[in-house]
Each structure stands twice: as structure tokens, then as C-alpha cells.
């Protein structure tokens, strides 16, 4: 079976020839890349992607490593940011692998999966999502020097890559709005602040009660672990805010899966969502307007953040000057029937 090294010798051109004539053809003159390319077809010659004596034979592929879920409901969101990054793969000729984490593992644990995935040079870069607060996967790939982009942003001093959605303003948005119905007990049932998302949503619920006049009460917040089922943390997190001596009218859910959980809580404490409860979900998932009520929510672009996650790293690793790397987007409130008007 033939190999690089002698599709160079009887071609009569260097091994990082032949590499630059599946890689980077324009760096190689049209009559040379032309002779190549016979040897190439006579020989019958594949390469392989994994051969470690390749060094500058790219493979044309990212990774994107999931968070791995038992849950056998399918979010939207990982659906939409999915569709918008192969929608770019495609339209650039890159191939998407793609990987997930177990759940409950340690960071060390966690760290050791992407090492396996860097060693391998399996990909030319990889997609990381679900920041954390000081996160030392970030560290990794910036020490190794492998390119990357981050679907949110992160509290590291460090320069690299990022798109996010504008969390803390959305969820002011929806507080800011509450308001404006004549709202002042407003509840927050959000996930744990180690995640990056989670504490500029939080964030965003403390910032639009100051921008309100609204008294901060730290009773009407509730953090609901990431660990198990979403649904039910959100059912059993609202019945412990509704149980309060004077519990909040209005509730801002951070995510869907957790909104499900909240509506199910409000209607087994004996409520109704729209007339006892005002709702507000981060998140626009496909049930949200068909639920009666439609649900007020907040709706993120998650698409187009796929789109331009997958851009911004097949630049990258084309060597093609990106003029924005940092993209904050806004995310949208989309006003349905889920909030009584108390003016």
C-alpha cells in the first residue's frame, strides 16, 4: 500500500508537499499540485488522518463535547446550537465529531477526557460549552496551544474565543417587565452559580430589582441542583417558595426543563400560572406556546451562536483573520399570557 513518502519520491516533491496538496492547495504551483495529483491517482492514495508522522496533515474535523444527560428528553437548545454548527461545517467542508462527558465526574476526570481528545489529533479543534466558574479546561487547551472556541464566556483573565448570550440582560428584561405589571415579589429559581450561564442570569435577577426599586429578598431564590431530574428540582423548588409566609407572585425560571418542574409545583399547591402565579421561563422551548397559558419566555439565538461558534473556529484553524472573536448576543422576551397585570 503506498504512503506519503512515496507519492513525495515519484513526484519528486517534499513529504509537506504532497501535505499541503490535500491541505492548503493554493501554497502549491498549479503545474507541481497537477503532478502530485497524478502520482496521487496512480498510486491509488488515501491518507491517514491519524498518522502521527504527519504533523501538518490537518483533518478537516472539529469536536464538540456534550454534556452527557440520562434524561430521554432532548432539549431544543442542544438541537438548535447542533443544527446551526454543522449547518457551517457543511457549507466550510469540515466533518463534526462528536463527544460527550459522563455525568458526576470530577474536574480531573473531566480535564483527562479533553487530554485524550488533544493527544489523539484526532481534530483540528474543538468546541467547549457549559463554562464554569474558573475553568481548567480553558487553562488546558490555551497551555496546549490548541485551538478552540467557547460556547459562554468565563471569569479567567485570559484571551481566547467566545460566543455567549447575553443572560443578565434577559432576565433583567423579564424583571424589568414584572415591574411594569405592578410586581415587587418576584421569585428566582435558578442552577448553581459554578456554572457560568447560571451566575450572570443571577446577576441579571439582582441587577433588574436595583433598576426596579425592587427590595433584593434572599428567600425568594432558590438553587436547584444540576445533578438528576431538572423537572422534578423545579416541582419541589416552588413548592418551598410558595410555602413562605409571604411568598412571590411572580417567578422567573432559569431554563425550561426547570419550568416544567415549576408549573407542576404551582398547579400541585392548588394555583394557577397567569392568574395566581406569573411566570417568566429563560428559554423559548416549543412547549412554552403551546402550554395554557402560553408562557412569557425568553427566547436565546441559539442557532445563530451554533453558526458562529463553528465559524469562528474553522477560521482559526484556516489561518483566516477573524474580526470578532468575542460575540455577546441578546437574547429576546417574547411577552405571552404567563404574567398578570396587578396595575
Known amino acids: 500500500m503506498a504512503n506519503i513518502s512515496d507519492v513525495a519520491r515519484i513526484s519528486k516533491v517534499s513529504v509537506g508537499t504532497v501535505s499541503n496538496v490535500f491541505n492548503n492547495p493554493e501554497k502549491v504551483k498549479p503545474e507541481t499540485r497537477e503532478r502530485v495529483c497524478r502520482v496521487i491517482e496512480e498510486l491509488n492514495f488515501h491518507p491517514n488522518l491519524s498518522a502521527r508522522n504527519l504533523s501538518r496533515l490537518k483533518t478537516d474535523t472539529i469536536a464538540l463535547i456534550f454534556p452527557f444527560s440520562k434524561r430521554k428528553r432532548i432539549e431544543h437548545y442542544y438541537s438548535d446550537l447542533l443544527a446551526g454548527i454543522t449547518e457551517i461545517c457543511f457549507q466550510m467542508n469540515f466533518k463534526l465529531l462528536l463527544s460527550s462527558c459522563p455525568p458526576n465526574i470530577d474536574e480531573k476526570e473531566e480535564l483527562l477526557i479533553y487530554k485524550k481528545m488533544i493527544e489523539s489529533r484526532a481534530v483540528d479543534g474543538i468546541i467547549l460549552t457549559v463554562s464554569k466558574y474558573n475553568d481548567e479546561r480553558i ?188 460575540v455577546l448576543l441578546k437574547p429576546d422576551l417574547i411577552i405571552r399570557e404567563s404574567c398578570k397585570n396587578l396595575n
Not at 140 to 155: A, E, H, M, P
Not at 267 to 291: P, Q, T
Request: hydrophobic share 35%; glycine share 10%; with cysteine.
Open 139 to 326: 487553562n488546558l487547551l490555551i497551555d496546549t496551544k490548541q485551538k478552540f472556541v467557547v460556547f459562554g464566556r468565563s471569569n479567567l483573565p485570559l484571551e481566547f474565543p467566545w460566543v455567549d448570550i447575553d443572560g443578565k440582560y434577559g432576565i433583567s428584561e423579564a424583571v424589568r417587565y414584572l415591574s411594569s405589571l405592578g410586581h415587587t415579589r418576584i421569585g428566582y429559581i435558578g442552577t448553581p452559580n459554578i456554572l457560568m450561564f447560571s451566575k450572570d442570569r443571577l446577576e441579571g435577577y439582582k441587577y433588574g430589582l436595583k433598576r426596579c426599586n425592587i427590595d433584593f429578598n434572599p428567600d425568594f431564590i432558590l438553587e436547584a441542583s444540576v445533578d438528576g431530574d431538572e423537572v422534578e428540582k423545579g416541582e419541589n423548588g416552588v413548592i418551598r417558595l410558595l410555602s413562605h409566609n409571604s411568598p412571590p407572585k411572580a417567578i422567573i425560571v432559569s431554563g425550561s426543563q426547570l419550568a416544567l418542574g415549576v408549573i407542576k409545583g404551582i398547579n400541585k399547591f392548588g394555583y394557577s400560572v397567569g392568574r395566581d402565579i406569573s411566570l417568566i421561563c429563560f428559554d423559548d422551548a416549543e412547549w412554552n406556546v403551546h402550554f395554557n397559558p402560553p408562557i412569557t419566555s425568553i427566547s436565546q439565538p441559539v442557532y445563530e451562536a451554533g453558526k458562529l461558534v463553528s465559524r469562528i473556529l474553522i477560521k482559526q484553524i484556516k489561518g483566516i483573520e477573524c474580526q470578532d472573536s468575542n
